[in-house]
């Protein structure tokens, strides 16, 4: 046993890893159905229509994207053995997922924007 004031017993992490597990299957359960219920909204094939569509899925992907990101984050943290270890995690997690937004605006941005002009 290490002296770090950092530790967390064997059962409380199993059940930290647990309970993320079921978190990330409940809301892939959850995109599945929404992914589902946009493909059916689809109705007619306009132009506009399939510019909204391509935005409304890539809104859908990085929304995934970003969650995703964020379960395997927790997962990590779960498993942290000690302080120093939870905030290089983190650092890196904020990093990543600031660079994953601008690009994530950016092509929304530019979805967007390719959509209004084919009104």
Request: proline share 2%; aromatic share 6%; hydrophobic share 40%.
């Amino acid at each position: 046993m290490s002296n770090s004031p950092y530790q967390v017993p064997g059962e409380m992490r199993e059940f930290a890893e647990k309970s993320v597990d079921q978190a990330r299957k409940a809301f892939e359960g959850f995109m599945g159905a929404a992914q589902k219920a946009a493909g059916q909204a689809e109705g007619t094939t306009s132009s506009l229509q399939a510019n909204a569509k391509t935005v409304t899925e890539k809104a859908m992907t990085y929304a995934q994207d970003n969650v995703s990101a964020a379960f395997d984050l927790a997962q990590k943290l779960v498993k942290a053995k000690d302080f120093s270890e939870v905030l290089a995690l983190q650092s890196e997690f904020a990093k990543t997922q600031m660079a994953a937004i601008q690009t994530q605006a950016k092509e929304l941005g530019e979805a967007v924007q390719k959509s209004m002009k084919a009104k």
